[in-house]
């Protein structure tokens, strides 16, 4: 059966700061890379990183940034997907519940949409950044390239 | 930006997955690949200095506040 996982956009964002979870990140990419995984981006981390692309004043940068970005998704085939309706639903049911247990933030919380859609695409969601607001989503596993690792390295 | 005019109807469920059309080389280079653009944004200018955790802040704003 084929493994399955949506990558965070902390994952490429990770790589590219080259923060602590760096090397993992390469190890667990590698891994995923053997086990010829099918791999998720949505569309909300797709803006994610090119977010971080616009906010470049320097054209050579900016070009070699993009280049990156898209070498990154071509060699992994990492399958850019859409929210549906069934996700946007999903979103909006874990938006209701974070407001009835008091939570203050009045707009759609980006997490929501990221946890619904790498729900429904893959039950598994690789990130170097747990946050909180992921465990709305009792039918997704979140891990870290650690404890990806841990769990699935043969 | 120029939007094309053309519709991909789907229903509610359909799994839609985007693709510049452009066939990749997986699995052959992936290491080198991802090596090549490891710290890429270490002198970016807004996020130098900062751990992931940190950009995921400024892009989707502070975790959970309950």
Known sequence: ?154 | MKAPSRYVRVHYGDKVVFTDGKRGKRGRDVLAVWRRSQGLWKDHPVFHGMAAKEVIEWLRGEDSDI
């Open chain 1, 1 to 154: 059966m084929t493994f399955k996982a949506r990558l965070d956009s902390s994952i490429i964002i990770s790589h590219l700061v080259g923060d602590a979870h760096k090397d993992d990140v390469l190890l667990a990419i590698d891994q995923l890379s053997r086990r010829k995984a099918e791999l998720f981006f949505s569309l909300v981390c797709y803006a994610e990183v090119w977010t971080g692309i616009e906010l470049m004043d320097d054209d050579e940068r900016k070009a070699q940034a993009t280049t990156s970005f898209a070498d990154i998704i071509r060699v992994n085939s990492l399958m850019i997907v859409a929210d549906n309706v069934a996700i946007a639903k999903e979103a909006a049911r874990a938006q209701a519940e974070y407001r009835r247990r008091g939570g203050r933030r009045e707009v759609l919380i980006p997490d929501f949409l990221i946890g619904a859609n790498a729900a429904y695409f893959s039950g598994r969601l690789l990130t170097t950044n747990p946050r909180d607001f992921l465990r709305s989503f009792l039918n997704l596993e979140v891990l870290t390239p650690r404890g990806f690792l841990q769990k699935y390295s043969a």
